[in-house]
């Protein structure tokens, strides 16, 4: 880009200079040379473009630092909150909350959420795991649970996030239905 500019303006020195004659010297074989100080001007130019060249390429690479920077002082930000939430109980210490096995449900029992439970489904489940069956649809909604044995549970699970008093009205049809079989095996 910038020997462009510097032709340009070469080309336009040579024209101006040919068009006048006092500034216009000939050598041996009669071919138009430009001044020294012509020659002089153009140097300082292109010194000047090498200059604004460099400012930009370090006010680019600033920039793009401080974006550095400030991606990582929200990443900073997000660990602090996350180990403030953990600290004050509202999200148990796990890494991977992601973790689901029916058809991107996660819990032991995923199904409660996906359709309706059959006798099978229930069949041979002690107390503990009805319980845990039935309070894992609340859980997948964000239910915060004010029984400890309950808290403790969901609290390990990476993927329970609690954040609501009630969530009876997030449930769907079939996992009211699902709500309702358990416990009355339970």
Known sequence: MKKIILFVILAFLLASCDESGDKKKT?????????STKIKEL??????????????????????KNKELTDKEKELAEKEQQLKDRQNGTIPPQTSRNRSNYNGIPGKYPE?????????DIAGKTK??????????????????QSS?????????PW???GYN???????DIEKSNVNMIKSYE
Request: no cysteine.
């Open 27 to 35: 050598v041996s074989n009669n071919t138009p040379a430009v001044d």
């Open 43 to 64: 140097e300082l130019k292109e010194k000047e473009l090498n200059l604004k060249e460099k400012e930009l390429q370090q006010e680019k690479e600033m920039a793009e």
């Open 112 to 120: 409660g959420s996906e359709r309706n439970l059959t006798l099978n």
């Open 128 to 145: 503990w795991q009805l319980k845990i069956m039935r309070n894992e649809i609340y859980a997948r909604h964000g239910y915060i649970f």
């Open 149 to 157: 044995d309950l808290k403790n549970y969901f609290n390990k699970q």
């Open 160 to 162: 329970y996030y609690p």
């Open 166 to 172: 009630d969530v009876t009205n997030m449930l769907s």
